[in-house]
């Protein structure tokens, strides 16, 4: 079972700027997919972007596209998502998570991905 873990995250004011990270124990998928998705709270968990490694095409929420940046390596089990210009309605719970390569689904459906980290937590004041 690969285990991902998300260092990063914390409270920063309208406007500014993080840096989330993830690390992966071992390579979950060669040339596979890797995510980022986040939970506000009483809301439903809902996909932030993505990278398919074997492409090297990333995905993003249409909330997310200008201001967040997804990045990562493969061989090196890594996957980053630049956060700039939040806004209060970026606070959640940011979660990283693994598919394989032939994985069938959109980029963003919850259920396709099979490794889940327990989560950061990313919280913007006004």
């Known amino acids: 079972q690969v285990q991902l873990v998300e260092p990063g995250g914390g409270s920063v004011q309208t406007g500014g700027s993080l840096t989330l990270s993830c690390t992966a124990s071992?390579?979950?998928?060669?040339?596979?997919?890797m995510a980022w998705f986040r939970q506000p709270i009483g809301k439903e968990r809902e996909g932030v972007a993505a990278?398919?490694?074997?492409?090297?095409?990333?995905y993003y929420a249409d909330s997310v596209k200008g201001r967040f940046s997804v990045s990562g390596d493969n061989a090196k089990n890594t996957l980053h998502l630049q956060l700039n210009n939040l806004k209060p309605e970026d606070t959640a719970m940011y979660y990283c998570a693994t598919r394989p390569p032939a994985s069938s689904g959109r980029w963003d459906e919850e259920s396709t991905y099979r490794s889940w980290g327990q989560g950061t937590r990313v919280t913007v004041s006004s």
């Open positions: 071992a390579v979950p998928y060669k040339n596979g997919w």
């Open positions: 990278i398919y490694f074997r492409s090297g095409i990333s």
